[in-house]
């Protein structure tokens, strides 16, 4: 008794009508899991830091400790 041969035949597009919607669900699914876990909380941080954050005032206070070569501190 020999073994049965293997079919060869249209086996990538057999083997692709079946992992190929696989694949884009499960990518699909890693997408909105990354969309929700991380960039949307990322974006609710950054607006909560811009809501309070004050530009002029961090300017003077990197003026005044002397970070900037451009500009001298207002005491000297």
Do not use: C, W
Request: hydrophobic letters at 45%; proline letters at 5%; charged letters at 25%.
């Amino acid at each position: 008794m020999s073994l049965a041969k293997p079919l060869m035949r249209g086996l990538l597009a057999k083997r692709l009508r079946f992992h190929l919607p696989i694949a884009f669900g499960l990518a699909f699914a890693a997408a909105v899991a990354f969309k929700y876990t991380v960039t949307e909380p990322r974006k609710r941080a950054y607006a909560d830091f811009y809501k309070q954050y004050d530009a002029v005032k961090e300017f003077n206070a990197m003026r005044e400790a002397g970070v900037f070569q451009s500009v001298r501190p207002s005491g000297e």
